[in-house]
């Protein structure tokens, strides 16, 4: 009697979970150089002072979950994308949140271990789209491409691939964009949320990187960990929008 009493229970409780309204949290991304609008091919400046033009920026977030004003936290389940400058649809997207009142947003920038290790991938981790070297190495979390007239490589080239999951050259890094107020998801109030993500934060963060003196990296390892901990601080939010 005891245990049908603690099935009941248990069978009760994940009936209000499966219950539990769903809500659509859009994301929007906009890349920015500084205060302007990222566009490619155009002239920028670095914060050292070296000139670049960019033909590539893109990069994978994942692992998506949403932190409420009780302070629980809850991950989406299978949120994997790949956001291309390139591609104006890839920084649009949306995910399905549970009701409550949202404080935060968290994000990883890259892909975990777990699916470094996982084989051919399909959807936004299909090798199809070049984010992948080999099952030793796993996905490239991050690209940023472009020229320089300062770099010493090959036809001026700068080629920063950033990525690796193993102790001592983990690449992955979270995000976490607070709300400042709780937002009040519930099924009559949908949101988009806003952010911008300045590519020079790629050049200054943690520490500064020189296209003169590191034009490239395209394995993991020291030069990568120091980009990442420097673009982990390249998103900002710019506003939310209730729909």
């Known amino acids: 009697m ?14 209000k979970e499966e219950a539990q309204p769903l809500v659509s949290l859009g994301i929007s991304i906009e890349h920015k150089v500084g205060e302007d609008a990222l566009i490619l091919g155009e002239p920028l400046l670095t914060p050292l002072g070296e000139p ?8 994978y977030l994942s692992n998506f979950s949403v932190v409420y004003s009780d302070g629980s936290e809850r991950k989406i389940d299978d949120t994997y994308f790949l956001v291309d400058q390139a591609n104006v649809g890839s920084r649009n997207f949306s995910l399905q949140i549970p009701a409550g009142n949202v404080q935060s947003l968290k994000f990883w920038i ?29 996905y490239i979390f991050a690209k940023l491409e472009g020229r320089s007239t300062v770099s010493p490589a090959p036809l001026q080239a ?9 102790t001592g050259q983990n690449a992955l890094r979270q995000v976490t964009i607070p709300f400042g107020s709780a937002l009040p998801a519930s099924g ?3 949101f988009i949320v806003y952010l ?22 395209m394995e993991p390892g020291p030069l990568a960990v120091r980009i990442a901990n420097n673009y982990a601080q390249m998103f900002t939010l710019k506003e939310v929008k209730v729909q």
């Open 196 to 217: 911008n993500a300045d590519v020079l934060k790629w050049f200054r963060g943690a520490t500064d990187v020189s296209i003169a003196t590191d034009p490239a990296t």
């Open 2 to 15: 005891v245990l049908g009493g603690m099935l009941l229970t248990t069978l009760s409780a994940c009936e």
């Open 158 to 166: 700068v080629t920063y691939h950033i990525g690796g999951f193993r």
């Open 110 to 138: 890259g892909v975990d271990s777990a699916r470094n290790v996982s084989g051919v991938q399909t959807g936004a981790l299909d090798p199809v789209y070049g984010m992948f070297w080999t099952w030793n190495s796993g």
């Open 52 to 59: 670049l033009r960019l033909q590539v920026v893109k990069y």
């Open 188 to 190: 009559s109030n949908n």
